[in-house]
T-cell receptor, first 111, second 114 residues
Framework: DVKVTQSSRYLVKRTGEKVFLECVQDMDHENMFWYRQDPGLGLRLIYF???????EKGDIPEGYSVSREKKERFSLILESASTNQTSMYLC??????????FGPGTRLTVL | DQQVKQNSPSLSVQEGRISILNCDYT??????FLWYKKYPAEGPTFLISISSIKDKNEDGRFTVFLNKSAKHLSLHIVPSQPGDSAVYFCAARPSGAGSYQLTFGKGTKLSVIP
């Protein structure tokens, strides 16, 4: 079974803090993705990576950065968290052009 | 500009009946379509997919229909069960070797009433 794990299920941070969200997949997938899910807005792509050290902006990259130093790990960084970044963050991975497998999500609250 | 649209935010169906979830798209370059199911506080799970070379794909109680001329797809669940209550997302991927991105709709919340 494909497994995508995320470092935290719930996270509470203060405005201005630097936040790291970690994602690890165990299926040797080339592609990894970060989304946020908000009520009424569906899943929106923040960044994705199709190889180690490679990254591409998604639809809403502003306020975020990413890091992929190893194939299995993809990190999402909020340089200075703001209240409008309170959301559910979902990581996914895929093999070439096949379906994406999602992690359980991290519910981030920024106070 | 919403390229994948799920116009019904919610749907209620009686247990045992058919659930039909609809999805429309605008981008003619989309050639692969997927449905995901999401329970609260969990990540989405892949349900079923269809390639643009087909007009129907079936997997147990789940069938996806694709009408390319209308740029419309639908997910049928027969018979519906209470455990099917979840948010369903339609997603689409464009053709092209380097196309890994999925574009998601906003989701439809299905409630199956016992």
């Amino acid at each position: 079974d494909v497994k995508v794990t995320q470092s935290s299920r719930y996270l509470v941070k203060r405005t201005g803090e630097k936040v790291f969200l970690e994602c690890v997949q165990d299926m040797d997938h080339e592609n990894m993705f970060w989304y946020r899910q908000d009520p009424g807005l569906g899943l929106r792509l923040i960044y994705f990576s199709y190889d180690v050290k490679m990254k591409e902006k998604g639809d809403i990259p502003e306020g975020y950065s990413v890091s992929r130093e190893k194939k299995e790990r993809f990190s999402l960084i909020l340089e200075s968290a703001s209240t409008n970044q309170t959301s559910m963050y979902l990581c996914a991975s895929s093999d070439y052009r096949n379906e994406q497998f999602f992690g359980p999500g991290t519910r981030l609250t920024v106070l | 500009d919403q390229q994948v649209k799920q116009n019904s935010p919610s749907l209620s169906v009686q247990e045992g009946r058919i659930s039909i979830l609809n999805c429309d798209y605008t981008n003619s370059m989309f050639d692969y379509f997927l449905w995901y199911k999401k329970y609260p506080a969990e990540g989405p799970t892949f349900l079923i997919s269809i390639s643009s070379i087909k007009d129907k794909n079936e997997d147990g109680r789940f069938t996806v229909f694709l009408n390319k001329s209308a740029k419309h797809l639908s997910l049928h669940i027969v018979p519906s069960q209470p455990g099917d209550s979840a948010v369903y997302f339609c997603a689409a991927r464009p053709s092209g070797a380097g196309s890994y991105q999925l574009t998601f709709g906003k989701g439809t919340k299905l409630s199956v009433i016992p």
